[in-house]
Each structure stands twice: as C-alpha cells, then as structure tokens.
C-alpha cells in the first residue's frame, strides 16, 4: 500500500498515477455537506432545482519556497472550509510529490457548492519533512511540518470564472503580506458525475386498531 509520495516533479507519476486514483490509505477527501448525487438526481428528474451541486477541487502551485538543503521541497496542500466561528474544517489533503518547486497534485478534494452560501476556503502548502515520507498523509501532523504558504478565496470565485480556475498569491498564516515571494496556487473546480440513479418505495403499514400509514424513501 503506497503513501502517496511522488518523486517526479509536477506529481504527475505520483502513487496510483495519471491514470488511477491514490489507493484508500492515502484519500482523505469525503462528500461533505451531506451531498448525494442520487437524491440531487431525484429532484431534477421531477423538475426541482437542488440548491447544491458536488465540486471537485484540483490543485497546482508554482515557485514554492525551497527549505530543503540538499534537495527541494516536497510539498503537499491542505483544503479548509472557515465556519463562521473562524474555525477551519479540514476538507482534504493531497499527497505529497517529493523534489519538485511546482507541484500539480493528483489527488483531489471534493465539497459540497452550495448556491445561495457564501463558502470561504482556506488553503495551506506543507513541505512534509523526509523522516514523515512513510508516514500515510491522512496522518501526518501538520505541526511538525513546515508551512510554506497560505491562499484563501471564496469557493464561489472558482466556480464562476469562465476556465473555472483561480490563481492565488501565496502569504503567511492569517492572509499576512509575506515581503518575500512565497509562489502561487492554482485551483481548478469540476463538477463530478457519480450515481445517477435512485430507487423510490412507498411503504404502506396498518394495524387493525390503528390508521394507515405510508412512508416514502429514497435509496441510492
């Protein structure tokens, strides 16, 4: 089982490669926001408009800051959603591509878009020290890795751009101004297509000294 580590720039060979997702120890991403295809599937098919659709978020950055001494620095990028509260809700992570100053991940992270919400995300860049490169990224404590950046948007300026991409300077932690060039993050929104089909039963139940009763539920 791979932890999803890459050592070929851009990631584009990184574990489960270009043309296979990561394998199970190293995704982290979940449907969040309750999110599911069948039941927004439901609704359209009876002319309701669902108030929600599911966004796959990819992610790139270019002349990230060099920590290492020997080698370059082996970067890896967190996804947050900011609550209202300020807190931040960890979405997601990529994996982690080993030497490489311009990473394009492969592994995405998947949110909820929901329309009428404004949806503030927050996105930190790591370089995951060598001693953690066996350590499944889903484990790994950010504390212990050093921060080379952070971006934030709304998830709604991704979705509207025509190319449904969006490029952020990088800054130090709480949106402050770096003087020194910290590099850029690029975001890249797609809608994804899962099930498309559901099953609707209608459960009738009676009982000689009750009412009748029916019950409607939607299985995806």
Same mark, same amino acid.
């Given at each position: 089982?791979?932890? +999803?580590? !890459? ?20 995704? $982290? ?14 609704? %359209? ?7 929600? $659709?599911?966004? /796959? ?14 080698? @370059? ?15 931040? %809700?960890?979405?997601?992570?990529? /994996?982690?591509? #080993? *030497? !490489? ?6 592994? @995405?992270? &998947? ?19 060598? @001693? ?7 484990? #790994?404590?950010? *504390?212990?890795?050093?921060? #080379?950046?952070?971006?934030? +948007?709304?998830?709604? /300026?991704?979705?509207?751009?025509? $190319?449904?991409? #969006? $490029? ?8 402050? &101004? ?11 929104? /797609?809608?994804?297509? !899962? ?9 009738? +139940?009676?009982?000689?000294? &009750? ?10």
């Amino acid at each position: 089982m791979g932890n +999803c580590f !890459s050592d070929v720039e851009g990631g584009k060979q990184a574990v489960g490669g270009a043309q296979q997702r990561p394998n199970s120890i190293a995704t $982290t991403n979940s449907n969040n926001g309750g999110h599911n295809d069948a039941v927004e599937f439901f609704f %359209k098919s009876r002319g309701i408009q669902p108030l929600f $659709t599911q966004i /796959e978020l990819s992610l790139s950055a270019s002349n990230l800051l060099d920590h290492d001494i020997t080698s @370059k620095s082996d970067p890896m990028a967190v996804v947050y959603a900011k609550k209202r509260d300020g807190k931040l %809700k960890e979405l997601g992570r990529t /994996e982690v591509v #080993l *030497n !490489s100053l311009n990473p394009a991940w492969i592994e @995405k992270v &998947t949110v909820a878009f929901q329309f009428e919400i404004v949806q503030p995300l927050v996105f930190h860049v790591y370089d995951v020290d060598s @001693k953690f490169h066996n350590v499944p990224v889903k484990r #790994l404590k950010l *504390n212990d890795q050093e921060f #080379l950046g952070e971006a934030t +948007c709304v998830l709604s /300026e991704i979705v509207a751009k025509q $190319t449904r991409s #969006l $490029t952020l300077n990088l800054n130090n932690k709480n949106g402050h &101004t770096s003087l020194r060039n910290l590099g850029a993050l690029t975001i890249h929104a /797609e809608e994804t297509i !899962s099930s498309r089909s559901c099953v609707e039963m209608v459960v009738h +139940c009676s009982h000689w000294i &009750t009412r009748t009763y029916s019950l409607k539920v939607i299985l995806s």
